[in-house]
């Protein structure tokens, strides 16, 4: 039995630390924007490389609250991928915005600059690139079409925390971006989390005034905002994992490189690195005309695999009307060929040789 992921391993290896922080903050009974999220807030600034780092109640609550700061308004157009999390145009959506997908690059899975430049038109006021399963978006080119076109640049880093672009974090590229802890992300908190990034004090006001109910001081409000902070217990978690977290994306990358070593003669595609910046493997995902036997034998042996994502957001029925007969080859093929493997940092050789052994079993 392998799991997806497997979040016991790194718990007992955290254990005395993250209790004895836990403790600790229980005992001061500072629960709300206590001293443990403003020092997170600190750390992963400085991390990230950012003025500002902003908790939140989740990942998508950062990617909302990035693009109202940024400006977003109703009736705009945001150009996004349709290969991601239905939270990417969740965040557009609640503005009352459009999401505008369009297509991906067939070897990262990332959005395909030149079919965002495709797609604006005069409603355009942002981009929301995804850095998915961790690998970084070629970011000198959307950000140059941006500047070009006066566009937002808002990235959603929910898979991404650690990973680089020529030597800039993401998260630190755009006007603002979204990172989201959920258990199962590179740096998982132990329940829901996010954060938003920012260099502009005045979104980082305004980020800060939507997370606590549209208010800077307290009982004044200036506009209707939301109750979405950082929990204190979750920042205890995130600050004693934030200090490790390049070893865990190194154990992720390590697990990634042994797998592509161990299928590099198999009739499939391993992920495409394309040099551009540090993938951190969120997760590994592979391309295949035989996925569903892949699956099921893996399934046999109470192995962990998934489909990340069986249906593109173009074809989901929530957004039925808004895509009526829009076609992306290129997000459909992959979607129809995909299939993600076991990946975490403590995920051994000898696992990744077994997982492996299974999959060369699979007849051609
Ligand atoms: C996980 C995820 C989110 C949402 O994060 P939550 O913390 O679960 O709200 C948004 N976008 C992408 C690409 C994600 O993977």
Redo the contacts with the bound molecule.
């Keep these: 039995m392998i799991p997806m992921v497997d979040l016991k391993i790194q718990y007992a290896l955290l254990k005395d630390e993250i209790d004895a922080g836990l403790h600790s903050a229980l005992d001061s009974c500072a629960f709300i924007l206590g001293p443990n999220v403003q020092a997170f807030e600190q750390e992963s600034a400085q991390y990230l490389g950012v003025k500002h780092a902003i908790g939140v109640a ?4 950062a ?1 909302h609250f990035a693009l109202l700061a940024a400006g977003v308004k109703a009736g705009d157009e945001v150009i996004t991928t349709a290969f ?2 239905i ?2 145009a969740e965040a557009i959506r609640y503005i009352g915005a459009k999401p505008v997908f369009v297509d991906i690059d067939p070897r990262t899975f990332n959005i395909d600059p030149a079919a965002i430049e495709a797609a604006i038109t005069e409603r355009t006021t942002a981009v929301m690139p ?1 850095h ?1 399963f961790g690998q970084p978006c070629d970011m000198a080119a959307i950000q140059a079409l941006c500047e070009r076109h006066g566009l937002k640049l808002v990235e ?1 880093c ?2 991404s925390f650690g990973a680089t672009e020529a030597g800039r974090q993401t998260g630190s590229i755009g006007l603002a971006a ?1 990172f ?3 258990p199962s ?1 590179n740096l998982g908190g132990y329940g ?3 954060l938003v990034t920012t260099d502009s004090d005045d979104m980082a006001l305004h980020i800060k005034s939507l997370r606590n109910h549209g208010s800077q001081v307290r009982y004044y409000h200036d506009e209707i905002g939301y109750n979405s902070r950082l929990d204190e217990l979750q920042a205890v978690i995130l600050r004693v994992k934030l200090k490790r977290i390049d070893a865990f994306n190194e154990g992720r990358r390590r697990a990634a490189h042994l797998y592509s070593e161990l299928m590099a003669d198999l009739p499939l595609e391993t992920p495409h690195e394309d040099g551009i910046g540090a993938h951190v493997y969120h997760q590994y995902t592979l391309l295949s005309d035989r996925r569903d036997a892949i699956m099921q034998a893996l399934q046999q042996q109470k192995i962990g695999c998934a489909v990340y994502y069986p249906v593109p957001l173009h074809q989901q029925k929530v957004f039925a009307e808004n895509c009526k007969g829009q076609v992306l080859p290129v997000t459909e093929a992959v979607a129809a060929r995909c299939l993600s493997l076991p990946i975490y940092p403590e995920l051994t050789e000898a696992q990744i040789r077994e997982i492996v052994a299974v999959i060369r079993s699979v007849p051609a």
Aim: hydrophobic letters at 35%; zero cysteines.
């Design positions: 989740s990942g998508t609550d990617l991601t999390f939270a990417t995804v998915l959603d929910a898979q979204g989201s802890f959920f992300k829901d989390g996010g």
